[in-house]
């Protein structure tokens, strides 16, 4: 039943990152994707196929990379690894932005292009670590 219900809440999670406010950034060769995230939330998010950085640009998150929890504070610029499954949840309101190196300009396409296919037991892994206190 544990099992059931955390796979359950992993899959919500996923699902309302859809909810956040995201802005795409294109320029020469360069894509910037802005996620504004509300206090107290959890974004479970996926692997990338490429290494990339990530720019907390304001407020603070619980961060889990490959099942390694941490605390962020803005301003902080991170590498993300590529294959390395993350997520993070908001301490405070937050500004962040993943930066990659990619010729595609089409926000429709870009997650195609970016996004190593989904893992439902990564999710749910890290909602789990998410949602424990530090």
């Known amino acids: 039943m544990l099992a059931i219900s955390w796979q359950r809440r992993a899959l919500q999670l996923v699902r309302r990152e859809k909810k956040f406010m995201i802005h795409h950034h294109f320029s020469s060769g360069v894509y910037a994707k802005e996620t504004r995230i509300p206090a107290g939330h959890i974004l479970v998010q996926h692997a990338h196929k490429h290494d990339h950085l990530s720019i907390l640009a304001s407020g603070s998150v ?6 390694v929890k941490s605390v962020v504070e803005a301003p902080a610029c991170l590498t993300i690894a590529a294959g390395k499954h993350h997520g993070v949840k908001s301490l405070t309101d937050v500004v962040w932005y993943c930066v990659h190196a990619t010729d595609c300009t089409d926000k429709d396409e870009i997650d195609k292009v970016l996004i190593v296919p989904g893992n439902v037991d990564q999710a749910r892994n890290i909602a789990q670590c998410l949602s424990e206190g530090v």
């Not at 619980?62 to 099942?67: H, I, N, P, Q």
Request: no cysteine; aromatic share 0%; net charge negative.
């Open 62 to 67: 619980e961060m889990v990379v490959d099942g």
